[in-house]
C-alpha cells in the first residue's frame, strides 16, 4: 500500500508512520515463496515470472549487499524489524539457495542468476558471519537472558538449531566443504546433543518480534526528506519539538543521497533528539518490547538439523 492508497482510507486504516519499512528477513522470506512457486506451482510460466522478474533479482542484490555489509549483526534493530534473531535470517536465505540447488535445472536465468549470488554470497561471506559467532562450548546464541554482567543462555539452543540448519541447507552433499565448516556443524549437533533433553536447558527464542523496540528504531530522530501533515502543512524536524509527533505526521526518506552527506545529516537533531545509538537489545534505556517465543519451535528446528546432518555426507 502506497501513502496515497492510504490517506483515501484513513484513519479506517492506518499504515505505521505512513510508511513502508524494510526488513532482511521479510524479503528472503519473500524471495523463499518465489522460489518455491515457480519451482512447483508455475514452473516454466514465463508470462507470469515477468511480473515479478525484475523484484525477485532485486531483492537476491539487496539480501547480498546486506551480508556483505554486516548489517543483521551491527544493526538488527533497524535491519530485522520483526525477525530480531539473526540466525532466522541466516537460515532464510539459506533454505532459498537450497531450494535452488536441489534442482538439476532452473526454469528461467534469473533463477539462475539468483542461484549464483546465493552460491558466492553464502559460501563464503555468510558462512564465515556465523562460523565466527560460534561459541567455544559449540553452541551459538543470540540474547535473551543475557544482561547485568550475567549469560544465562536462554536462547542458545534455538540459535544453535537454526546456525545449523543454515550451514546445513549450504553445504550438505557438498565433497568441498571446508573442514572448518565440518568441524563447526559436528560441535553444535554435539551441544545439541548433550543439552536439548535436558528439562533445565532453556528452549526460549526470540523468533519474532514487534518492530519498535526502543528510541533507535523510531523513524522521526533519524534524517528524512518528506516531513508534513496529512494535510500538506511542512514541518521542519530541525527546529520542531516532540509535540509534532501525531498520527498526522507523514516522515520519510524519499530518493537517495551520497553517503558523506547522509552521515552530516545523521549529526543533526531531529525534533529536538539527536540519533540514538543503539548498544544491544538488553541496553533499551528503560524500554521493553513484545517478542514470540516458542520452544517448540526450538524442538522443531533441533529435529530438522539432526535430520539434514544425518543425510547431509558430512
Keep these: 500500500m502506497d501513502l496515497d492508497e492510504e490517506l483515501a482510507l484513513f484513519p479506517n486504516v492506518v499504515v505505521p508512520f505512513h510508511t513502508n519499512n524494510v526488513d532482511l528477513s521479510v524479503n528472503a522470506n519473500v524471495l523463499f515463496g518465489l522460489t518455491l512457486h515457480f519451482l512447483n506451482v508455475d514452473r516454466g510460466d514465463r508470462q507470469k515470472f515477468d511480473i515479478v522478474k525484475d523484484l525477485y533479482v532485486d531483492i537476491a542484490k539487496f539480501l547480498k549487499w546486506a551480508v556483505e555489509k554486516g548489517v543483521a549483526f551491527e544493526r538488527p534493530d533497524l535491519s530485522l524489524l520483526y525477525y530480531p534473531s539473526k540466525f532466522d535470517f541466516y537460515w532464510f536465505l539459506a533454505r532459498t539457495y537450497a531450494a ?51 549469560e544465562r543462555g536462554e536462547d542458545r539452543l534455538f540459535a544453535t538449531a537454526v546456525a545449523l540448519n543454515s550451514l546445513l541447507d549450504i553445504w550438505r552433499n557438498n565433497q568441498d566443504t571446508p573442514t572448518a565448516v565440518k568441524e563447526s556443524i559436528k560441535k553444535g549437533i554435539s551441544y545439541l546433543q548433550n543439552n536439548v533433553l535436558n528439562c533445565q536447558s532453556s528452549k526460549q527464542n526470540a523468533f519474532f518480534s514487534g518492530s519498535l523496540k526502543t528510541n533507535s528504531t523510531f523513524p522521526f530522530f533519524y534524517p528524512s526528506t518528506v516531513s508534513h501533515f496529512i494535510n500538506g502543512t511542512e514541518v521542519d524536524p530541525k527546529t520542531a519539538d516532540q509535540s509534532y509527533l501525531i498520527q498526522d505526521l507523514i516522515y520519510a526518506f524519499k530518493g537517495y543521497t551520497s553517503l558523506e552527506q547522509y552521515q552530516k545529516m545523521t549529526q543533526e537533531k531531529h525534533f529536538g533528539k539527536p540519533m540514538y545509538e543503539f548498544k544491544g537489545f538488553n541496553q533499551l534505556g528503560g524500554f521493553v518490547f513484545p517478542y514470540w517465543s516458542s520452544p517448540a519451535i526450538t524442538q522443531s528446528m533441533t529435529m530438522l538439523a539432526y535430520a539434514k546432518y544425518l543425510h547431509s555426507g558430512l
Excluded at 533463477?111 to 553464502?122: H, N
Aim: hydrophobic letters at 35%; glycine letters at 8%; a negative charge.
Design 100 to 150: 535452488l540447488k536441489a534442482q538439476e535445472d532452473l526454469p528461467f536465468p534469473e533463477m539462475k542468476e539468483v542461484f549464483e549470488i546465493f552460491s558466492q554470497l553464502l559460501t563464503k561471506t555468510a558462512t564465515n558471519q556465523i562460523l565466527e559467532e560460534q561459541g567455544n562450548e559449540g553452541y551459538w546464541q543470540e540474547f535473551l537472558g543475557n544482561y547485568a554482567g550475567k
